[in-house]
């Protein structure tokens, strides 16, 4: 799948890491991320899922094992480079920032000493928020302010995001909205996303998955294969079965869990 | 429009300097000036105007920076025990007696107490080579009732004359200001502006929190910690130069922000400007309106500021929220 030609963009290998000097979190764990995939963390709490990504992202050092961004050991880019290739999203974002939503999206160019030309009105229009560009971050709705994030990552120009549970928190129509902008964004921009979520009907439309328990990966690959019933009770430690129909449709079939 | 209005505010301020100079108990003609005038100008008025501009700048862009650092909008250059180890050692200074340097004396104890304080503060906030704003407010906090526990106790067993001299040096003592102090001052509070100024970015991308700071390629522990040390210098130096002034730290970066929005930026150096000239007015009243007796310019400050801050707070969203 990947070849000199195409090599991963990321690549985690062996990563262990603690939060505690005697208990290991993280073991063992290795993957690896292509040019514009788009993959799904899944889990339940504590699973590891925000550990990964702030792993990814350079946030946390791992204890063991070494991440690559584009072939080059990650601890060894210098902060502004690596934002240009990277860009980390926190699931909970301040919103009570005094910031108006222009001076929130321009804050994407700050690693670059000498702006790239691209302007912040398009970025603004690409997330849908130009005519809300002088309004305070805090009118906003969650969607729209999620959008305003998205839109600083644009900015910052990565081709790489690492997105902690953006749907969180949201009403359907911005869930929907906002997964409709990063799929968009990987078409347009060929940019690579990593994003821990909860819904499993959405990961069903995801290039990867990785399906984890307690630090480690039970399974990952494409949805069908890893979304497996059995595979979903073990990481979830509940009956659901994933149903198929005809028409080509899935979804989740919560059974007597009610 | 709030080009205009920055313009307009830093217009304001620069006349209120030079007003500050002519104004008083005594008002000075700038078109004729004779011998005498020109000496109180010279000798008295002016290092006491650069003074109060000095502290009132120091003050200003300190709040700025610390309410952005401790993501706390009600975080000023005194919550972190700054101003009052420097109270401590100087009333001590003031109260035994014992001055090795003459005038520099009160300056210079008072500079080591506010340093001293800074270096506790920034240690108690230190955890696992992380400073974190929640442990740096909590032992500010904490050790400003330490050290003001020990000032009343300083002051309560004392039966000296220096008793008044301490008090009023607390409450923001500006006729003690003369030249000699005033080169010093400027290198600390120019040396604390200008890291502060050339890290705004940074301190832009530190409101978004820790993580987004990171993302968007800055060292956060670094710069917290360089920003710390830009407002220590300016804290320190600020009080040594004239004692504790409340108020301007928490309350002009907040009216500032309304006119120039919350872009650090821009709100440091316009809340420098702005704190500046507060001090000075608030000076030119505290010294002219019950002459030849005067007023503590912290006491005006906290008289002018905290009503007008009720007033905002009541019509406008100061706090960003």
Redesign the interface.
């Known amino acids: 799948m990947y070849s000199e030609h195409n090599p991963p963009i990321l690549e985690l290998d062996s990563l262990g890491f603690r939060y505690f000097k005697d208990k290991p979190f993280i073991n063992e764990l290795s993957f690896f991320v292509g040019n514009g995939e788009l993959i799904g963390l899944l889990g339940a709490n504590g699973s590891g899922k925000s550990t990964i990504l ?1 792993l990814a ?3 946390l050092r791992p204890a063991e094992g070494q991440i690559k961004l584009w072939g080059k050991p990650l601890h060894l880019y210098k ?6 290739l ?5 699931q ?3 919103i ?5 939503v222009r ?2 999206v321009s ?2 160019l ?2 670059y000493d000498i702006p790239p030309e691209i302007r912040v009105d398009e970025a603004l229009e690409m997330v849908g928020l130009l005519d809300k560009s002088e309004s ?1 971050i ?1 009118n906003l709705s969650g969607g729209e302010r999620r959008r305003a994030f998205i839109a600083m990552t644009l900015i ?1 120009g990565a081709g790489l995001l690492l997105l902690d549970e953006p749907l969180a928190n949201l009403d359907i129509k911005y869930q929907l909205e906002i997964q409709r902008l990063l799929r968009e964004l990987r078409e347009k921009k060929n940019i690579s996303i990593i994003m821990a979520l909860h819904d499993i009907n959405f990961a069903l439309h995801f290039d990867k998955v990785m399906l984890l328990k307690e630090g480690r990966i039970l399974g990952i690959g494409k949805p069908e294969a890893v979304l497996t019933n059995d595979l979903l009770k073990e990481a979830l430690d509940v009956n659901l079965e994933i149903k198929r129909e005809d028409s080509g449709g899935t979804f989740i079939n919560y059974g007597n869990n009610f | 429009m709030s080009k205009i209005k920055i313009s307009l505010l830093i217009v304001i301020s620069i006349s209120i300097f030079l007003i500050s100079l002519y104004l008083g108990p005594n008002v000075i003609n700038p078109f004729h000036i004779n011998d005498i005038e020109k000496e109180i100008l010279l000798s008295i008025r002016l290092p006491r105007v650069i003074v109060a501009a000095l502290m009132g700048m120091a003050l200003g862009a300190s709040g700025a920076v610390l309410q952005a650092i401790l993501r706390n909008p009600l975080a000023d250059p005194y919550i972190l025990g700054i101003s009052s180890g420097a109270a401590v050692s100087a009333a001590f200074g003031i109260l035994s007696g014992s001055y090795f340097f003459g005038k520099f004396g009160v300056p210079l104890t008072a500079f080591a107490g506010a340093s001293i304080a800074s270096v506790v503060v920034g240690a108690f906030g230190w955890k696992q080579g992380r400073m974190l704003p929640e442990r740096l407010l909590l032992a500010g906090v904490g050790l400003s009732f330490l050290f003001y526990a020990v000032l009343m106790l300083l002051i309560s067993m004392s039966s000296s004359e220096g008793i008044r001299r301490a008090v009023l040096w607390i409450f923001g003592d500006l006729s003690i200001a003369d030249w000699s102090l005033i080169p010093y001052g400027v290198v600390f509070i120019i040396a604390g502006l200008c890291i502060s100024l050339f890290r705004a ?1 940074a301190l ?2 530190l ?6 700071a ?6 956060v522990q670094k710069e917290r910690l360089l920003l710390f040390i830009s407002v220590s210098l300016m804290t320190s130096a600020s009080v040594s130069l004239g004692g504790t002034i409340g108020f301007i730290g928490l309350l002009i970066p907040h009216i500032v ?1 309304f006119v120039t ?3 650090s930026r821009i709100l440091i150096p316009v809340s420098a400007v702005c704190g500046g000239a507060f001090l000075c007015i608030s000076d030119l009243i505290g010294r002219s309106i019950v002459s030849p007796m005067e007023i503590p310019s912290g006491i005006i400050t906290a008289i002018i500021g905290s009503p007008y801050f009720l007033y905002l707070l009541r019509k406008k969203d100061v706090l ?2």
């Open positions: 702030k992202s350079g946030i902060n502004k480079d690596r934002a240009k990277l860009c980390y999203l926190p909970l974002l301040d009570n920032l005094p910031f108006k001076e929130l804050m994407g700050y690693p305070n805090t910052q | 970015k832009n991308a409101m978004l929190g820790d993580d987004l990171h993302s968007l390629g800055f060292s922000r929005g919350a872009d960003g929220t």
